[in-house]
Each structure stands twice: as C-alpha cells, then as structure tokens.
C-alpha cells in the first residue's frame, strides 16, 4: 500500500509559478506511474500529467503543456509538478495519483487506473 500526501499549494499572482510535491511512503515507489491530476471548484476532476517509473517518459493535458513540468526523485520517493506562468483557470486542488499495473507502451493512465490518490494541495490564482 502506498500513502501519498500532496504540499505546496497556495494563493500566488496569475504569472507566477508553484512546485508542487507529492510524497509517498513505502519502498517500492519506482514501480508506480505516477500522475497528477487537479479539480477546480463544481468541475469534475481532470488529468494533468503522468510519468513513467524510471522518469523517462511524460505524458501531458493538453491545457497545461508548455507550462507545467512533472518529474520525480525514486531516492526520495516524491514526484513533483513545477506549474509556470499560471493562470486562474488553474485555480483547482492538485491530487498525485500511483498506478501500479500500467505496461509501458499502452495507453496512458489518465483516469481510474490509478490505485491510490492523495488529499490534494489547493491551488489559487489570482488575477
């Protein structure tokens, strides 16, 4: 099982820039695919970004390429979201996601593949 607990968030100016971080616990972190995935006030949640275990390859929405970068740290068990130059439809709670079963070269894990979620980390943009 793996517990993830998400930090980072806060209000910032529509330009500015957050890193998020997700941390998870146990030891077995590099056999997940990590994503992140963000819910703004009365929307469903959406995807926003996933990444292989060893960190090779990302997989992005749309809405967020070009501004939003996810990486991770196997050594630290953390997986991270840098968000540049954002805007208030940013304005959301942040969620990281594990997904455990996900084979490489199929469909990216984008929804309820993931096995375990965290609480979130809000998000506010302000104009």
């Known amino acids: 099982q793996v517990q993830l607990v998400e930090s980072g968030g806060g209000l910032v100016q529509a330009g500015g820039s957050l890193r998020l971080s997700c941390a998870a616990s146990?030891?077995?972190?590099?056999?997940?695919?990590m994503g992140w995935f963000r819910q703004a006030p009365g929307e469903e949640r959406e995807f926003v970004a996933a990444i292989t275990r060893s960190g090779g390859r990302m997989h992005y929405a749309d809405s967020v390429k070009g501004r939003f970068t996810i990486s991770r740290d196997n050594a630290k068990g953390t997986v991270y979201l840098q968000i540049n130059s954002l805007k208030p439809e940013d304005t959301a709670v942040y969620y990281c996601a594990a997904e455990a079963q996900w084979v490489y070269g199929s469909t990216w894990p984008t929804g309820d593949e993931y096995d375990y979620w965290g609480r979130g980390t809000e998000v506010t943009v302000s104009s």
């Open positions: 146990g030891r077995a972190f590099s056999n997940y695919v």
